[in-house]
């Protein structure tokens, strides 16, 4: 079977790009976007102000918070790392840290050259960096394992028992899923599924029925009547997919290869609603796909990637009380845009310089989850 040269560029820089991913119809709900932080004691606690800031490689998020008891509140704070989904995962980089070890060792096993290991600063979630009140915080890692239940709630631990029996916490490793990068040692598999069947933690087609939960965490004191500035930034997950025409196929029918090999990270995104920026992602497209028609020679493709952020998770610690003041900012590629939904009904993103825009509100209560999709003309050598 020959490949079009447009797929098969498609699938080259999925490869490629460690980071990238594709989402089939029934993944698009697991957990790729970061959720910020939780506090487990939050009576009390204000969110004064909100001011999120998402790029292609970066999520930077800062919160003022005031306590508003007369007497000073200490309570845990956690950042909460996505659980790494065991379907569709691409080429993206694996930030589970035993699946990583999994793979490297795998590819020790079978291979004659060495696959070198990404650093930390290129891992997503890996590079959490955590201030409060502009010094750095010492942080806790909590990793568990939590068994999940026919709503998908995932709250009995299963922790000892999975480490009683010298298992991994992460569900792909410990139920060796088949992945097309791994291939288990002989005898492994057969072991570890007979102790999970009798743990009643896999089904009948040997998918693990729990989660690994992965946390940072640590102590905070809110002084009485006063407030705290704390920010924490981490690199993100991020879907890839590129856009390129060929001359074995019409133009328009190349472009129609490329939107259809989007696997669904165009989705949910807007497209009708005005949100105050020059040029969107449709136009955008179609003035880049129009300008390589005419300049065969600059013919290096549109390149798009998308971040997630779970904005409503925030609801859960403020009670549904509004955040005073609530800033997005979003950073795109120079000569590049974004497409996202408005968060509320009047939102319009303002242009501060050539390659951010931003928008505020006052008393804003978090809906949706936010999705933006960046666009490129060159292929960004600066993530991972």
């Known amino acids: 079977m020959r490949f079009k040269s447009s797929t098969l560029i498609f699938y080259i820089c999925l490869w490629v790009l460690t980071i990238g991913h594709s989402v ?11 959720a910020g932080l939780k506090l487990v004691e939050s009576k009390d606690l204000s969110l004064e102000q909100l001011h999120i800031i998402l790029a292609s490689n970066r999520v930077e998020v800062t919160y003022v918070i005031k306590n508003t008891f007369s007497k000073d509140v200490t309570t845990q704070v956690n950042f ?28 020790a096993r079978t291979n004659s050259w060495t696959l070198e290991r ?66 288990y040692q002989g005898g492994v598999c057969e072991k570890r599924l007979a102790i999970l069947k009798k743990l009643n933690l896999v089904d009948r087609n040997n998918e693990p029925l729990w989660t690994k939960e992965v946390s940072y965490v640590w102590k905070q004191r809110f002084k009485a009547g006063q407030e705290v500035t704390i920010q924490h930034t981490y690199r993100p997950a991020t879907g890839f997919f590129t856009l390129r025409f060929d001359d074995e196929r019409p133009p328009l029918e190349s472009f129609a290869i490329g939107i259809l090999n989007s696997d669904g990270l165009l989705s ?94 006052k008393n804003f209560i978090p809906q949706n989850k936010i999705r933006v999709i960046f666009s490129s003309p060159t292929f960004l050598t600066d993530l991972p």
């Not at 980089?93 to 490297?104: G, I, K, M």
């Open 118 to 183: 990404p650093k930390s600063q290129s891992i997503p979630f890996h590079n959490v960096n955590i201030t409060v009140n502009n010094k750095k915080v010492n942080l806790s890692r909590a990793d568990r394992a939590k068994r999940c239940g026919t709503s998908h709630n995932c709250k009995s631990d299963v922790t000892e028992t999975l480490r009683h029996h010298g298992l991994p916490l992460s569900p792909i490793v410990s139920s060796c899923f088949p992945m097309g990068k791994i291939v």
């Open 268 to 361: 949910d995104c807007c497209y009708n609603h005005k949100i105050g920026i020059d040029s969107d992602l449709i136009q955008w497209i179609v003035q880049k796909f129009a300008h390589d028609l005419g300049h065969p020679q600059d013919n290096k493709g549109a390149y798009i990637y998308t971040v997630d952020y779970n904005l409503p998770a925030l609801k859960a610690w403020t009670k549904n009380e509004p955040i005073k003041q609530f800033r997005l900012t979003i950073e795109h590629p120079k000569g590049g845009t974004i497409q996202t939904c408005p968060q509320w009904t009047s939102m319009r993103l303002n242009r501060t310089n050539e390659t951010q825009v931003s928008a505020e509100t």
């Open 80 to 107: 909460e790392v996505p659980s790494f989904p065991y379907k569709s995962l691409g080429g993206q980089v694996y930030w589970d840290d035993e699946l990583l070890e999994e793979v490297l060792a795998n590819h």
């Open 24 to 34: 089939a119809e029934d993944d698009r709900s697991l957990p790729w976007e970061g």
